[in-house]
């Protein structure tokens, strides 16, 4: 949950839910649940809450959930968003320790964007630096063009 409030009900540690670790994994699937509830009611509701007081010349969106967070963004920002996919093989992830759980990484929280977006850069991080690089740099000339 993105609302101090309700991480101040349940008693929860923000800054260890950020984290990989057991902390956050106890509380994965609840927090699933409540932004669930939170997009049933609003579906604009975490991506307004992210971009609160900002103004900047250039989005770059590189961390949504949903299809319908991809979709807010260009609605709302239009031509100066640009969305970005990190992706990484399945052994490099489990080399970062990932274990697949069902029901938390088959879900739509984890894998709704999986299929079906054109997101605007497709980035591959599975730990070569050097290719990395090579994979940023394009993304960075092009941000740099619309400032």
């Given at each position: 949950p993105t609302d101090p409030l309700?991480?101040?009900?349940?008693?929860?540690?923000?800054?260890?839910?950020?984290?990989?670790?057991?902390?956050?994994?106890?509380?994965r699937q609840d927090m699933i649940r409540w932004g669930e509830e939170k997009r049933r009611t609003d579906p604009g509701f975490f991506c307004r809450t992210a971009v609160e007081g900002a103004v900047q010349p250039v989005w770059v969106v590189s961390d949504t959930r949903r299809l319908s967070d991809v979709e807010w963004f260009r609605d709302v920002y239009r031509d100066v968003v640009q969305t970005v996919r990190v992706v990484a093989s399945e052994e490099m992830r489990k080399r970062r320790n990932?274990?697949?759980?069902?029901?938390?990484?088959?879900?739509?929280?984890?894998?709704?964007?999986?299929?079906?977006?054109a997101f605007d850069w497709v980035i591959t991080n599975d730990g070569d630096s050097r290719s990395l690089d090579e994979q940023l740099e394009p993304l960075l000339q092009s941000l740099r063009g619309r400032l």
């Open positions: 309700s991480l101040q009900e349940h008693g929860l540690d923000f800054q260890r839910l950020l984290d990989a670790s057991a902390y956050k994994e106890r509380y990932w274990v697949f759980v069902a029901g938390v990484d088959d879900a739509e929280s984890e894998c709704g964007l999986d299929q079906g977006v």
